[in-house]
């Protein structure tokens, strides 16, 4: 072991803008024939299409980068987190991104994992200070630029030994992604299973937008806005705010505390827009923010019982006609609910609240099961750049 190390120090340390160059070729009148590409921080260069659900019209295009299979694609604000990696596609991504494209003396490959270890993006995180930053609200995030990636001092071992170590690393990543996508697909399956459980203790086949559907003795079926009351949110701006416990929910949930309420709890808030769709339960006094709509009457329906019933409910309708996507309450409170007695609805709540405890459990096993194969894999990648293993085909 020390002896592979010390071969790797022993390499001739070159700066890295001497082994690649950077690519900025525009995508011209062919942008609609080529996939539009993004970075993820756990998977690489991959179709935008895996990751999003927004279609993006060809007019979006203009000014993108194309991307060639081979080159290496760098999100300059993720990058130190590891939102780099090789494109197996050719394609475009936004103008913000860098590409590069590696020469002779540096395989892509094994740039492909050297980018991506703890010892390379520890070079990057130490640059951020001081290159610009890109304005996103009231965040200022740093970014990585080509010209500060190209001064970190490299000590690249042979081509073939590169290659040799790039073939491993994708062999043994390749079997870690598998494990991690197999945990992901359980941890999919229990939240769709729970959800598909509790429309159908909710609704009982209701369709919130014909109402059809034939519901249990005894339960009625009136509109949304009689059912229920819902209120536009108050606007906080973040330097009123004063030092305090109550919560202040925004179309994301949670998004600081307040010194004062606006409305006594418990409460059920969702997203006006924003954030669609999602909604939230809070026990206690709240300030609902101004991006969201709360339920300011539950006319004698059981709370938590009206959470879990939004919660099934398409809120998000009419969002996409709106010049600023967002939900409109009177096109939602014509929606279709149901209304079992208030008995009917605590016991259903309650059943509702252990189930989704479990799933939530399993969640969080899963979750941490997921962060720690990451972690394995970026070890694994971080032994093998700097030396720490012993890798078939690379001289010890």
Request: a negative charge.
């Amino acid at each position: 072991m020390t002896e592979i190390r010390a071969a790797i120090r022993n390499q001739p340390k070159i700066r890295l803008k001497y082994l690649f160059r950077e690519i900025d070729q525009r995508v011209g009148i062919d942008a609609a024939d080529l996939p539009l590409l993004s970075v993820s921080i756990h998977r690489g260069v991959v179709p935008r299409a895996e990751m999003t659900d927004r279609e993006s019209r060809a007019d979006e295009f203009s000014g993108y980068k194309r991307v060639a299979r081979g080159d290496i694609v760098i999100n300059r604000m993720r990058a130190f987190e590891g939102g780099a990696g090789i494109s197996s596609y050719d394609g475009m991504v936004s103008a913000d991104y860098a590409v590069l494209r590696t020469g002779e003396h540096l395989d892509p490959r094994f740039f492909h994992h050297l980018i991506r270890s703890r010892w390379f993006v520890g070079e990057m995180t130490a640059r951020l200070r001081g290159i610009g930053s890109a304005e996103l609200g009231n965040v200022r995030t740093p970014r990585i630029n080509v010209e500060a990636l190209g001064d970190i001092f490299v000590a690249p071992p042979p081509i073939a030994e590169q290659r040799a170590m790039a073939d491993y690393l994708d062999a043994e990543t390749s079997r870690i992604d598998e494990m991690i996508d197999l945990k992901g697909h359980s941890l999919k399956l229990g939240v769709e299973s729970f959800e598909a459980h509790r429309a159908q203790m909710i609704l009982h086949g209701l369709d919130p937008v014909t109402g059809e559907g034939q519901l249990p003795d005894g339960w009625r079926s009136p509109m949304l806005g009689v059912l229920l009351e819902l209120h536009r949110g108050v606007d906080l701006p973040t330097d009123s705010r004063g030092e305090g416990n109550i919560p202040v929910v925004s179309s994301g949930g949670i998004s600081g505390f307040h010194s004062t309420a606006a409305c006594e709890g418990p409460g059920v808030v969702t997203g006006r827009y924003g954030t669609v769709g999602e909604v939230f339960y809070v026990d206690g006094p709240y300030w609902p923010l101004n991006t969201t709509l709360y339920v300011s009457d539950f006319r004698r329906n059981y709370p938590k019982w009206v959470y879990h019933l939004l919660s099934t409910m398409p809120l998000e309708i009419d969002a996409e006609k709106s010049a600023v996507t967002g939900i409109n309450r009177n096109v939602v409170g014509r929606l279709r609910a149901v209304q079992p007695s208030y008995a009917e609805q605590q016991w259903i709540a309650e059943e509702l609240d252990q189930r989704h405890a479990d799933v939530e459990r399993t969640v969080a096993i899963l979750n941490r099961q997921i962060d720690l194969l990451i972690e394995r894999r970026q070890a694994l990648i971080s032994a093998a750049v700097t030396g720490q293993i012993e890798i078939p085909g690379v001289a010890a």
